[in-house]
């Protein structure tokens, strides 16, 4: 996430492909078309509230937690976490634009409720050990966390590329990096919808990210991380491919 010389941008050398790029704007049409939707637009509230409880479903179930019950089970704290999460969302929008970091401590004091100790909730991680729902593997030390999370808050708050692009950079490096000992997944996922709303792509938080990921399958989730992991341009392209088809896939899960 270098910038180039005689630019602004933390994204403006990233190797993007012009098909990558192409899908990106197509699945930006995709979002506009829904929002335009006259249908949705009337149930604004209700399509808001089914968005966030079927995103948190898809978002536990990437994680293992494929079950429609909050209990004190592991499975069904990671769903009932999943649900607060995302339901926290929009009311920390306008916070995300000037103090990401802050918003992503918050996310992760929910996402780790039930399964670490408090006062290390919504702190990073300081070790190796991780939960890795996914066996994602291709971790990286504990010692790189603070700066490439400082250089993650400049991308949120000054990057002038594609809001979408942003949004795949910051759940990529969320996902790959896996900040926190518990719950990076969660959080990661939570950060598309507050790119898209912070950025004015999806303001009212219609449509359902998470549903496409998840649909995609994941052992192509796991595939798309460590195609990002990789930091080549044909990993970070394939990356992208996937993080543009699985938000297409979650606006037309839309239902009016």
Not at 42 to 54: P, Q
Request: aromatic residues 4%.
């Amino acid at each position: 996430m270098a910038t180039v010389p005689g630019t602004s941008d933390p994204l403006g050398d990233l190797p993007l492909s012009g098909s990558a790029s192409a899908l990106l704007s197509a699945t930006r049409d995709e979002i506009d078309a829904l929002l335009w939707n006259r249908g949705i637009r009337a149930k604004a509230g209700e399509v808001a509230a089914a968005s966030a409880m079927r995103g948190a479903r898809d978002s536990a179930a990437i994680d293992g937690a494929d079950t429609a019950v909050v209990d004190d089970s592991p499975m069904g704290r990671i769903l009932g976490n999943a649900q607060v999460l995302t339901a926290r969302v929009p009311a920390l929008v306008d916070t995300w634009t000037t103090s990401p970091l802050q918003v992503l401590a918050e996310l992760h004091a929910i996402a780790a409720q039930g399964f670490t100790p408090d006062e290390e909730r919504g702190r990073p991680r300081s070790t190796d050990d991780v939960r890795d729902p996914l066996n994602i593997g291709v971790l990286p030390p504990a010692n790189v966390i603070s700066p490439r999370m400082t250089s993650l808050a400049t991308v949120i708050t000054t990057s002038t590329s594609p809001a979408l692009l942003v949004a795949a950079i910051v759940h990529g490096e969320l996902s790959a990096l896996r900040p926190f000992a518990v719950g990076s997944g969660l959080v990661a996922r939570a950060s598309v919808r507050l790119v898209m709303a912070s950025k004015g792509i999806d303001p009212s938080l219609f449509s359902i990210p998470e549903h496409g990921m998840f649909e995609l399958g994941r052992p192509a989730y796991v595939n798309a991380i460590r195609d990002y992991s990789a930091g080549t341009a044909n990993g970070i392209n394939s990356y992208v491919t996937w993080f543009a088809t699985a938000l297409a896939m979650g606006a037309q899960a839309v239902e009016v």
